[in-house]
């Protein structure tokens, strides 16, 4: 098997997931605070080398009725420019709910956060593991 990436991307940030080498189970990573798209998708392929990801899983914000709107467009072409600088294969996966999801999962982890949380990796985490969920 190989390791998985999830992203959660955002305007401010960008939610980065890693799973484990046998890709059963997502764990937030990191959080990429946005510069510039080049610093953006250099951040996202250093990560990716250095873990020897194989397959990288993208969030699409939809709006809640499935359609695609201003932010899922910004994603997709952000994507798009992504995948000129890897080989490595890039699917979306529908994140409707994720930051709710990832939300309800930081808050009753028990944490006492020092300052308000970043929910981004951890939507990024919730996103990864329903795609791996599906594919096994």
Do not use: W
């Amino acid at each position: 098997m190989m390791r998985s990436m999830g992203l959660d991307i955002g305007d401010k940030r960008i939610g980065v997931a890693l799973s484990d080498p046998g890709a059963i189970l997502a764990s937030p990573h990191t959080i990429i605070e946005c510069s510039n798209e080049e610093q953006d998708i250099a951040a996202i392929i250093r990560i990716a080398t250095q873990h020897e990801v194989g397959q990288v899983v993208v969030g699409l914000p939809r709006s809640m009725d499935g359609m695609v709107g201003r932010q899922a467009a910004k994603v997709e072409a952000f994507v798009e420019r992504l995948r000129s600088h890897t080989e490595i294969p890039i699917e979306f996966r529908d994140e409707r709910l994720s930051t709710v999801s990832a939300k309800r999962l930081v808050q009753s982890s028990g944490r006492k956060a020092k300052k308000k949380p970043r929910y981004d990796a951890a939507a990024a985490a919730v996103i990864l593991q329903a795609y791996l969920e599906e594919k096994r």
